[in-house]
């Protein structure tokens, strides 16, 4: 086994009613709160309310941000940490998923930092301190409730930036099934997709000795493929929607990292892609995770043969490693369309034309891929597949 | 799924040479340390002086408390609150397994506690405050090094009394592998076994939707079972202590509790005999665990067969659930033996002579035992069995 460090002080209150536990979290964390917020959909669901509701009777006084796009942007950032420094804010309650939660993050940095914001979201490192974060989860996918990381895509330079910094814990998160319940059939896709991605990109990888972290990662994607067919048809059943929840808080919260990197090829070619073109993250990722996963195959057929035994059941007799790999591959395939997600650049209406400058995005930060090597002509490989 | 909430602060550092980094986790705590320790194996296999050279480089004035026992006795903790008094301690730094640390976290507690130390032991809730508390650990199985958990012995009282408090998590713990590789057969032989038994009194409840827990179980049970009898032959092997020494922690910090609290009877009856005749807990354990399974095994067959068939890999064909059962049962008692555990109360001397004083401190708290409720017959009867 390798080194690591597993530090997460993050409260993680999980559970139907699990808003009334704020009251005690929020009580001492800071009078003049940014609440801050998507599209809107919390109006709709009963979440704003519930959220009001508690701030009010701890006597908060609230400035709202609403609008956080889908891929939250530097503008938004900004525009928060304007309303925190006019309004003394002293804690940020992100109330939605991964986009809200990440310019949160940014923002509760951004306050306290002098300097521009985009030098310190260029640079994690530069973060020494941040205001206090509060979660209400309303989206079961990237885990950012339960972390230290953010992705902030700058509008202007198209850049897509990701990263850690110990100062942005949230303090505490409460995750609610019921408040997903209303979550639309797309973005209850995207949860899975990105779960498992989330958890896919940790488990290609070349350590050894990796057994228990190889077996709680499968526990958690036989989990996701079994419950999520069973979620798009029931998609008001408690359990789950408490069980999608679980595991997309568990992938990236630690559970899975003793001291294994992994991959995280396809999430650097999506996120360049998705800070040129905005598509969703995961519709990105199911289009283009298979296609790593192919050309990644013949390096390491063993590992592909243990993902397709292990994940999807796939029967070994008289198949070679490859075979058994690629039949793995192919369920991965089989079970994200049937599910509806996307398989092809063409399903978000993105041609050849942008590729260079994809390529140029990915490949900002040098080679990378520990599990597969890769470099331009093979970003250029996976994007030209995916058309 | 239940709900829950995990919180847990302690910063889990793993792997060869985390000494290293008990530096800068140690720098800012406290400049007067009592360092808690046990019979002196720190003085053999390096670790004291790997400690002593780290406080002496931050300049910490440092006062021992040598001597603490295997099963941790108020007449130590009180030594160590005075101690903390004299010395205005502000760290406590526990180098050992299980008993050390939790004679450390009840010091700490105890030192900042005006009344008797007994009082607050007693009823956890008195706790407010502690020390700041840091673990190297020297022994893989209590899991108290990543945890809020304590277990403290009366010795006058023959009282052995366990308890949580948030304040008495550790702040660091120092995890090395290669600090246990010196560790005697019989206690790997226990820190395996005491492992397995924190893993399967969760294991065995009556929850449904547990199939993550479930999972995560299983992954950790058959870990053990695979590299156990491959330590006890090749003791010195670092991957193997790694395996374990990451399975103890993982079976008690909080990875394994999504709100089912599981059972819990093995402890309390063990803590009941240890309390009265200091046998090692792990030893008592595995004595009591199988005898409680056999009875539990009728009201709830279905569980017992997953346990045999996901844990032991039991062949299920032309065999009735209860079959199964007993089958899986029979194996962990033969896979304990095999390891040289111990299987029955003559193995330390014991008669029946104390069975009633044993099932009075039982059941000091009422009747328990979620998943098969226990009475004080049912208590004798396991005793007796276990003869």
């Given at each position: 086994m390798h080194r690591f460090i597993r530090y997460n002080p993050v409260k993680w209150i999980f559970g139907e009613g699990s808003i009334k536990r704020m009251e005690a979290e929020a009580a001492?964390?800071?009078?003049n709160v940014l609440l801050v917020y998507g599209g809107g959909s919390i109006k709709n669901n009963g979440v704003y309310n519930d959220v009001i509701e508690v701030l009010q009777r701890l006597e908060k006084k609230v400035t709202e941000l609403p609008g956080v796009e889908p891929n939250p942007r530097l503008l938004t950032v900004r525009k928060g940490i304007e309303l925190c420094r006019r309004e003394k804010i002293d804690l940020i309650l992100a109330a939605g998923g991964g986009s809200v939660i990440d310019t949160a993050k940014a923002i509760a940095a951004g306050a306290l930092y002098e300097g521009d914001v985009w030098e310190l979201i260029a640079q994690a490192?530069?973060?020494k301190e941040a205001l206090p974060i509060g979660v209400v989860l309303?989206?079961?996918?990237?885990?950012?409730?339960?972390?230290n990381g953010l992705v902030i895509n700058n509008e202007e330079t198209k850049e897509k930036i990701d990263w850690h910094s110990p100062h942005i814990f949230p303090k505490f998160a409460i995750c609610d099934p019921a408040y997903t319940v209303s979550v639309p059939r797309e973005q209850t896709v995207f949860g899975v997709v990105d779960t498992m991605c989330h958890i896919m990109e940790k488990y290609?990888?070349?350590?050894?000795?990796t057994e228990l972290q190889d077996g709680f990662s499968e526990v958690l994607l036989r989990e996701l493929i079994q419950i999520a067919p069973l979620l798009l048809r029931e998609p008001e059943n408690y359990n789950y929607r408490a069980k999608l929840m679980y595991a997309s808080t568990s992938a990236l919260?630690?559970?899975?990292?003793?001291g294994y990197r992994g991959d995280w090829t396809s999430h650097v070619i999506e996120h360049a892609l998705s800070g040129i073109y905005d598509i969703p993250h995961a519709g990105g990722l199911s289009i283009l995770f298979p296609h790593w996963m192919e050309r990644a195959l013949a390096s390491h057929p063993d590992r592909f043969k243990r993902f397709a035994v292990e994940v999807f059941k796939v029967e070994e007799s008289g198949k070679s490693d490859l075979q058994i790999g690629q039949e793995g591959i192919d369920r991965l395939k089989e079970f994200w369309s049937e599910l509806g997600a996307p398989s092809r650049l063409a399903d978000y209406?993105?041609?050849?034309?942008?590729f260079e400058e994809v390529a140029d995005q990915a490949m900002r930060r040098g080679e990378f891929g520990r599990f597969y090597p890769m470099n331009r002509d093979r970003v250029l490989s996976i994007l030209q597949a995916a058309l």
């Open positions: 001492s964390l800071g009078k490192g530069k973060v309303t989206l079961a996918a990237t885990g950012s409730e339960m972390n290609f990888r070349t350590s050894e000795n919260n630690g559970t899975l990292d003793l209406g993105i041609d050849n034309s942008c």
